[in-house]
């Protein structure tokens, strides 16, 4: 059972690093990465050397489909994500997946946000 918990997690963490990987040169994956987790560290509340690394993982694709591909809506990406984490992440990890993702949208979506707040009832 334990083998089989840590093989999804790191295969969590491949997909992570393979979908930031495809087509980019040896040093661009590391200034991608850091690009991610500069903005990461705006949003959490502790070192991002801190984090589990499944969460990290799910943050990386969650900030980078908020900032990269907008046809996304930011709820989609915020829903995939808390369920990649609820699925492969830490027990309540799924719940700082979604507050992180929530103030990273409210900056990096922000007229997708106003936009859905004045089409909401209420």
Do not use: C
């Not at 918990?5 to 295969?11: A, D, K, M, N």
């Not at 393979?18 to 903005?39: C, E, I």
């Not at 959490?44 to 969460?55: F, G, K, T």
């Amino acid at each position: 059972m334990l083998n089989q918990f840590l093989s999804v997690r790191v295969g969590v963490l491949a997909l992570a690093f393979s979908l930031f990987g495809t087509g980019f040169a040896s040093g661009q994956q590391d200034r991608y990465s850091a690009q991610l987790d500069g903005m990461l560290g705006d949003w959490i509340d502790r070192p991002v050397a801190q984090l589990d690394p499944v969460e990290h993982a799910v943050l990386w694709i969650g900030i980078d489909e908020l900032r990269a591909h907008l046809e996304v809506p930011y709820r989609v990406v915020l829903n995939e994500s808390v369920e990649l984490a609820k699925k492969f992440g830490a027990t309540e990890g799924h719940k700082f997946i979604n507050a992180v993702l929530d103030r990273a949208a409210r900056q990096l979506r922000a007229e997708e946000q106003a936009a859905t707040s004045k089409r909401s009832p209420g």
